[in-house]
Nanobody, 116 residues
Framework: QGQFVESGGGLVQPGGSLRLSCAASGRTFSGYAMGWFRQAPGKEREFVAGISWRGGSINYADSVKGRFTISRDNSKNTVFLQMSNLRPEDTAVYYC?????????WGQGTQVTVSS
């Protein structure tokens, strides 16, 4: 069993929305800033969004600002990524992990495909 289990991906048309979820074990989640990352075919994995432990500090990649929203539920060891106004260039496998260093092994990710 991986430390992170991502879900919620799928096929969506341009302009559509999806909500991703990532469940983590308590020891991998508690006290840590968490983030979403993505990897498109033929490209390196890139940072998408990060949120501090208490949610007071949030950062986004420029490419998703104003379209994506990261949030977390510490009572459920879960982090979310609400994605709106999706574009074909958002197509990738999306992963969660600790946001800023100390990253653990990656989960399977969840595929997001934006296509008409």
């Amino acid at each position: 069993q991986g430390q992170f289990v991502e879900s919620g991906g799928g096929l969506v048309q341009p302009g559509g929305s999806l909500r991703l979820s990532c469940a983590a074990s308590g020891r991998t989640f508690s006290g840590y800033a968490m983030g979403w990352f993505r990897q498109a075919p033929g490209k390196e994995r890139e940072f998408v969004a990060g949120i501090s432990w208490r949610g007071g500090s949030i950062n986004y990649a420029d490419s998703v600002k104003g379209r994506f929203t990261i949030s977390r539920d510490n009572s459920k060891n879960t982090v979310f990524l609400q994605m709106s106004n999706l574009r074909p260039e958002d197509t990738a496998v999306y992963y969660c992990n600790r946001a800023y260093g100390g990253q653990l092994s990656w989960g399977q990710g969840t595929q997001v495909t934006v296509s008409s």
